[in-house]
């Protein structure tokens, strides 16, 4: 019976094509619009929008220190929620 038993010691061949699906994905190019116009991805648009608004924001403000940190991790979640307060602010 034990000399039945696969050796599970040896790591499996990989099928033909293997590198294919192992392989890393190329990086994403941006989205060019038909017109010929660039768009930026989502998460640079948010950033931009919160840069202007960083920019506005006295230093004091007690949303700014939150709004740089959602930028330098470019936390997409944060700086939606921040934008839309300061956005309800004004």
Known sequence: MA??????????????GA?????????RRRFRHPSGIRE??????????????????????????LLELAIVRRDETILDAVTAALDSER
């Open 40 to 65: 930026l991805p989502r998460i640079e648009q948010k950033i931009r929008r919160a840069e202007t608004l960083l920019a506005t924001l006295p230093a004091n403000h007690p949303k700014r220190r």
């Open 19 to 27: 590198d294919e699906l192992t392989a890393v994905r190329p990086v």
């Open 3 to 16: 000399s039945a038993r696969k050796n599970d010691s040896q790591p499996p061949e990989a099928p033909e």
